[in-house]
């Protein structure tokens, strides 16, 4: 398998804050768990053996308030089951989009100090991951309108 993602890279960031702020976005998110949570050294659950499935839940836990306080909520949510079109090594564990009332909703979101603690649990269970910010349209009658 190739390059691995779990946080946004500077360039990405820049561009993502560039974009118009006053708008509702969807962020689509698909997720690559660890068999094996890693957490450091220090954190509490290191060392406690749980999946990357169970850091993930306990990052959604932990940080479903800061999300709902924002306005966020999840509009739609997956399991995949097969890549039909695409490389099949990018086989997803988990797939949603999620709906922010602004892009500043979001970057008040991972700047939030709780967030930022909450957010290694993500960190510990995910091996990787796309995020991919959409402006919300009205669908037409045909795919691509």
């Given at each position: 398998?190739?390059?691995?993602?779990?946080?946004?890279?500077?360039?990405?960031?820049?561009?993502?804050?560039?974009?118009?702020?006053?708008?509702?976005?969807?962020?689509?998110?698909?997720?690559?768990?660890?068999?094996?949570?890693?957490?450091?050294?220090?954190?509490?659950d290191h060392g406690k053996?749980?999946?990357?499935?169970?850091?993930?839940?306990?990052?959604?836990?932990?940080?479903?308030?800061?999300?709902?306080?924002?306005?966020?909520?999840?509009?739609?949510?997956?399991?995949?089951?097969?890549?039909?079109?695409?490389?099949?090594?990018?086989?997803?564990?988990?797939?949603?989009?999620?709906?922010?009332?602004?892009?500043e909703a979001f970057i008040?979101?991972?700047?939030?100090?709780?967030?930022?603690?909450?957010v290694k649990h993500r960190?510990?269970?995910?091996?990787?991951?796309?995020?991919?910010?959409?402006?919300?349209?009205?669908?037409?009658?045909?795919?691509?309108?």
């Open positions: 398998m190739g390059e691995t993602y779990i946080d946004p890279d500077r360039a990405a960031w820049e561009v993502f804050k560039s974009l118009p702020k006053d708008q509702p976005i969807h962020m689509l998110n698909l997720i690559r768990l660890k068999a094996r949570a890693e957490y450091p050294e220090g954190h509490p053996d749980l999946t990357g499935l169970d850091a993930y839940r306990a990052y959604g836990r932990t940080t479903a308030p800061i999300f709902q306080r924002l306005g966020g909520r999840q509009v739609w949510v997956g399991k995949p089951q097969v890549m039909v079109t695409g490389p099949q090594a990018e086989a997803w564990d988990l797939a949603f989009v999620a709906e922010y009332p602004s892009s008040a979101m991972v700047r939030d100090p709780e967030y930022r603690e909450f960190t510990a269970g995910v091996a990787d991951s796309r995020l991919l910010r959409l402006a919300p349209v009205t669908p037409g009658e045909g795919f691509g309108e």
